[in-house]
T-cell receptor, first 112, second 115 residues
Framework: GQNIDQPTEMTATEGAIVQINCTYQTSGFNGLFWYQQHAGEAPTFLSY????GLEEKGRFSSFLSRSKGYSYLLLKELQMKDSASYLCAVSLYSGGYQKVTFGTGTKLQVIP | SAVISQKPSRDICQRGTSLTIQCQVDSQVTMMFWYRQQPGQSLTLIAT?????????ESGFVIDKFPISRPNLTFSTLTVSNMSPEDSSIYLC????????????FGPGTRLTVL
């Protein structure tokens, strides 16, 4: 089976930096996704890490350590619009196709 | 990127009835995925639909309850059968980006309320 853990809620201040952690235990790991989901909307893709290390994309960066089963999403220069749920999801290949399993999500609240 | 539309966007249904949700993609895709997101929770994969073959269901989901059709490479339907209030959820269709990308795109979702 697969187990994905991330904090339920976080609060951070506008303009600050926040790190959202995700740990996972899974067999057949292929890569790790981060998605952003605003209330009432579908998830939108943020990043996908396959190799160890940090990948930066504007204000958002994502890190992966495959040996430790650990990832984090780093959000810099927080804006009020960053208030959303952030979903960690692991990818594995099963039966010839990619299967994605989501964590429970971290609800981030950005305050002034 | 793929553009995905779903119909209906929302519905309120009576217990014991069935609802069919449609998912349309603007490009041909091999695999389509159906997820459920119950209130306040994350996404749970229901099944994977491959064109021309039976859908593959995840543990806890069965074909009699969630029959799926995949008649071509741009369209799929998910039926929620014999509904109960516990089926109240958002149902999302998803596809892979393809062409060497592992990104998954999601449709806007169908918000279902069962009374």
């Amino acid at each position: 089976g697969q187990n994905i853990d991330q904090p339920t809620e976080m609060t951070a201040t506008e303009g600050a930096i926040v790190q959202i952690n995700c740990t996972y235990q899974t067999s057949g790991f292929n890569g790790l996704f981060w998605y952003q989901q605003h209330a009432g909307e579908a998830p939108t893709f943020l990043s996908y890490n396959v190799l160890d290390g940090l990948e930066e994309k504007g204000r958002f960066s994502s890190f992966l350590s495959r040996s430790k089963g650990y990832s984090y999403l780093l959000l810099k220069e927080l804006q009020m619009k960053d208030s959303a749920s952030y979903l960690c999801a692991v990818s594995l290949y099963s039966g010839g196709y990619q299967k994605v399993t989501f964590g429970t999500g971290t609800k981030l609240q950005v305050i002034p | 990127s793929a553009v995905i539309s779903q119909k209906p966007s929302r519905d309120i249904c009576q217990r014991g009835t069935s609802l069919t949700i449609q998912c349309q993609v603007d490009s041909q895709v091999t695999m389509m995925f159906w997820y459920r997101q119950q209130p306040g929770q994350s996404l749970t994969l229901i099944a994977t639909a491959n064109q021309g073959s039976e859908a593959t269901y995840e543990s806890g989901f069965v074909i009699d309850k969630f029959p799926i059709s995949r008649p071509n490479l741009t369209f799929s339907t998910l039926t929620v059968s014999n509904m109960s209030p516990e089926d109240s959820s958002i149902y999302l269709c998803s596809v892979e980006a393809g062409t060497g990308s592992d990104e998954q795109f999601f449709g806007p979702g169908t918000r279902l309320t069962v009374l």
